[in-house]
């Protein structure tokens, strides 16, 4: 018997008795206005910036107002004045140096600040390697918690997708919260219309 | 209404001041007591020493004794839930006295609805919610918990005239008794213990209590050892304190 | 009648200032969860579907991993099953042998710990470099984890940057990682700031993922429906092991599966908020497929699983997601140290998980619970810890690991209390152990006496006042 037939054998010769799935139809928490709760999440516990974008904006001029110093930018939003684009790059270690990556979020969640992020890009590399990141999202697309935020995500042929809720943070050292683990160190949130 | 008292074996023997008060308290309701002598231990120890077989004899016997009461009552809410949850289990059979079997406090609460008391007891007291207590009987909320807050102990107390009721921080973590545990592992159960003690005696109260004796003499002896000045009181003794 | 554990408590309990930090770091972890707790009106509800979602996953769980194994290979990954350590350690040994792998970057995994890869892949030669943070400390000190959520959360930032110094990181990587985080002119080699030794470390492990053939994750949950891996990190260091090497190896326990997204949802909502009081890791990464140009695997991990779903009373355990909150909340835990246990997952669940994978070794840890069932309170998917350590003990004995002094101990109060003339005379008498000398009674061998002074005998015990004053009264 090879090991797969073995361990679903035990598994069905084990089980006694079996349990339905649960209802889930409870009452979860809501916000009356979730836009408002996302803001205050992000820039509270989330640890991030952000940054609101009114129609008519110039973002690449929003960009360089956040990260004054950035040199490198990386990106493949059409319109977005980068130097490194992660769909054209041969090696995803060519976005080392990246300092600022701009990237792209379709649902926002108000409860954790959670922002979710497909990949849309050949190396997702970006969204981790970046020094910074500034994440454009739409106020459009704010959603209470996170039971609704996995009713709206969408995959594409990438086959990755990612929930980021501010810069990259460990208390790994005497429980002292730092910034800057292994991935971005600063994120903002753009927030569109 | 006819209740029968259960005294557990180590109040009887080292506490029985205890069992008096819950004797006069509950006399003073106006309820018919009676103290079956024949009873001895509800099998606890033996049970939390991984012997709990050795307690089915206990739990027959208790069934026996107490089944022909309305309630009973016992002063001490480890022994009270060991009697309820554990004796159905280890007997594997339907207790009638176990299900009749209350913690002095949840009975009064619960059953009695007490809303005056005659007592008085002008001092400060810290309350200790003792772990069966919070967790197995729900004297209070535990605090790990979404639920309303609540305590049961606190209630009975606010009635006694003059008293001061605080509680410490980490209101519901453990002392370190745990029966056999204690003797087992005695260096973690001597600091959760010196730990404990210290967080009552942070709130400024003169006295620690609780519904569970078995705490207080676990905290007892250790600040006896380092001589902490701190008083033990058993919360029967509160409620039944003048008469 | 000591355990290894108590033995190992004993010696930690000696430096109390430690034991006051370790103390109060995970209450204070403890507290965070809590505060959340608190503020969520569905809270409880959460707990109570995510123990019923456990329930019915692991009761289908045959079905799920068909459903799965189906999914994922339609994405694309590479499923593989190991019925145990051995057979796990070899499919890893054989993917990376394939694609002439030399460095592997690593997320951290329990379940590789379990199964002792590290040791198995560098004694074959691989370089194997743990990314998160503590764990990396924890590699470079060569020790093992002290908590399965913050795993070097015992070792000073002293001992970080001593360790940071030895290994060279300090020299590498001090005087970039120093710009703009110490005060300029400070002597970056003798530093010991957190933040400070948190950077050295991200350029020491940038290095890393850039040369690194592979990068290998556990999996916080898989899910059935779409052939998902969920990864929750804070430090994003599971996807930098994924987003540079080409070769994604999981390894996940099979019980870590969960049917569909709406169970996702209750799941991600626990997770953080048990596990570090946050309300969500920094990342939860969805795995469904292979990077472009890229290899997944998926090795699917039995390791003594199926046969605890047959274990009547502690298959529960199963539902378990590693959220080390039961840890956290310990009494005992947080003042003995993750290394006095025997189990390299402490605390309540590790003390059950321990007993399961093998009791002659590990019983030793069951003396540590004083069964105050806090750790039943927190548990999110509302494993009944205590109960569980509770039968273990009732075991032992038949396991011929019983203590002799706890079962002499027990059988004299059975003799006792069974015969209340004996129990009644025994209370006359004992009285008189007030007045035996204290050497009598204060021996070594008696626990009671290392932190207490003996109880007091009441001159008259109940039984003897009911039948001599409050009988007679009681009309």
């Known amino acids: 018997m090879d090991t797969k037939e073995y361990i679903l054998k035990n598994l069905r010769k084990n089980v006694r008795e079996t349990y339905d799935m649960p209802d889930l139809s409870f009452r979860k928490r809501t916000y009356d206005n979730p836009v408002d709760a996302f803001i205050e999440t992000t820039t509270t516990t989330a640890g991030a910036k952000l940054m609101e974008i009114k129609a008519g904006d110039d973002i690449n001029q929003k960009i360089r107002e956040a990260y004054p110093d950035a040199k490198i930018i990386a990106s493949n939003i059409p319109g977005i004045e980068a130097s490194l684009n992660p769909d054209s790059v041969a090696e995803a270690q060519e976005l080392e140096k990246t300092d600022v990556g701009v990237i792209k979020g379709e649902v926002a969640c108000a409860e954790n600040g959670c922002v979710w992020i497909p990949q849309t890009m050949k190396e997702k590399a970006i969204c981790f390697i970046s020094e910074c990141l500034v994440i454009l999202v739409s106020r459009q697309n704010i959603v209470s918690n996170m039971h609704e935020a996995y009713e709206r995500i969408q995959f594409n042929e990438y086959g990755f997708g990612t929930f980021i809720s501010g810069p990259s943070k460990t208390a790994d050292i005497e429980q002292s919260l730092v910034y800057g683990a292994q991935a971005a160190r600063d994120v903002t949130i753009f927030l569109t219309d | 209404m006819k209740i029968g008292l259960f005294v557990p074996c180590y109040v009887d023997a080292l506490y029985p001041e205890v069992g008096v008060a819950t004797y006069k308290l509950l006399r003073s309701l106006g309820l018919e007591v009676d103290y079956p002598e024949s009873q001895t231990c509800c099998g606890q120890p033996m049970g939390n020493a991984g012997f709990e077989n050795m307690s089915g004899n206990l739990a027959e016997k208790y069934d026996d004794l107490f089944s022909g009461f309305d309630y009973v009552v016992a002063p001490s809410a480890s022994c009270a839930a060991y009697v309820r949850l554990f004796h159905p289990e280890i007997l594997k059979h339907d207790c009638v006295a176990a299900k009749k079997t209350l913690d002095l406090v949840e009975f009064l609460h619960d059953v009695l609805k007490v809303d005056h008391l005659l007592s008085k007891f002008s001092h400060k007291v810290s309350i200790h919610n003792s772990c069966h207590g919070v967790r197995e009987l729900g004297l209070s909320s535990p605090s790990e918990r979404n639920v309303p807050r609540f305590s049961k102990i606190r209630d009975l107390l606010s009635l006694v005239e003059g008293i001061t009721i605080l509680e410490p921080e980490r209101v519901d973590e453990c002392c370190g008794f745990g029966g056999m545990f204690s003797i087992e592992e005695p260096a973690v159960s001597t600091r959760m213990g010196t730990d404990k003690l210290k967080r009552h005696m942070a709130t400024g109260a003169e006295y620690i209590t609780g519904p569970d004796s078995s705490c207080l003499m676990h905290m007892q002896g250790i600040a006896k050892k380092q001589n902490l000045p701190i008083k033990f009181i058993h919360v029967a003794e509160i409620l039944a304190s003048g008469l | ?475």
Request: proline share 4%.
């Open chain 3, 1 to 475: 009648m000591s355990t290894k554990h108590s033995i190992a408590a004993e010696k930690f309990i000696q430096n109390s200032e430690r034991v006051t930090r370790h103390d109060q770091t995970f209450w204070s972890v403890r507290s965070k969860r809590d505060a959340l707790a608190y503020e969520l009106d569905e809270w409880e509800n959460l707990r109570e579907a995510a123990s019923n979602i456990k329930k019915h996953t692991v009761t289908h769980l045959a079905d799920y991993l068909e459903q799965f194994e189906q999914n994922a290979t339609r994405n694309g990954a590479i499923v593989h099953w190991a019925k145990d350590a051995e057979e796990y350690n070899q499919i890893v040994w054989s993917i990376l042998r394939q694609h002439e792998v030399r460095k592997v970057v690593k997320s951290k995994s329990m379940l590789t710990e379990e199964c002792h890869l590290n040791d198995h892949l560098i004694g074959n030669g691989i370089d194997v470099v743990e990314t998160d943070l503590g764990e990396r400390i924890l590699q470079l000190m060569e020790l093992a984890p002290s908590h399965i959520v913050m795993p070097a959360i015992h070792i000073t930032r002293e001992q970080v940057a001593e360790c940071f110094r030895q290994k060279g990181i300090i020299a590498e990587h001090g005087a970039h990682a120093a710009e703009g985080i110490l005060p300029e002119g400070e002597d970056y080699t003798q530093s010991s700031d957190p933040t400070f030794l948190t950077r050295a470390a991200r350029y020491h492990l940038r290095d890393n993922f850039m040369t690194a053939e592979c990068g290998m994750t556990g999996a916080n949950f898989g899910i059935a429906e779409t052939g998902d891996i969920v990864v929750c990190t804070n430090e994003g260091n599971a996807d930098m092991s994924t987003s540079v090497p080409k070769l994604h190896i999981v390894s996940m326990g099979i019980e870590k599966l969960i049917p569909n997204y709406e169970a996702m949802g209750v799941f991600q909502r626990l997770l953080a908020r048990h596990g570090t009081g946050q309300a969500t890791t920094v990342y939860t990464s969805h795995f469904r497929g292979p990077r472009p140009g890229g290899e997944m695997h998926i090795i699917l991990v039995d390791n003594g699983r199926s046969s605890i779903l047959g274990n009547e009373e502690h298959w529960q355990t199963l539902k378990c997601m590693r959220c080390g909150a039961c840890m956290n909340t310990c009494p005992v835990y947080r003042r003995s140290g993750g290394y006095s246990y025997t189990y390299f997952i402490p605390g309540p669940i590790g003390i059950n998980l321990g007993m399961l994978k093998n009791p002659d070794e590990h019983y030793h840890n069951l003396s540590a619970c004083s069964l105050c069932c806090s750790c039943d309170n927190v548990c999110p998917v509302k494993v009944d810890l205590s109960s569980q350590i509770y039968r273990w003990r009732q075991n032992l004995d038949g396991m011929h690991h019983s203590d002799a002094i706890k079962k002499a101990m027990s059988k004299g109060m059975k003799i006792l209390f069974e015969h209340p003339s004996l129990y009644v005379t025994s209370l006359k008498f004992a009285p008189l152990v007030n007045v035996m000398p204290k050497c009598l009674t204060d021996i070594r061998l008696n626990g009671w006496a290392y932190g207490h002074t003996m109880p007091v005998f009441a001159k008259k015990s109940f039984h003897e006042i009911w039948k001599k004053q409050l009988k007679s009264e009681n009309v």
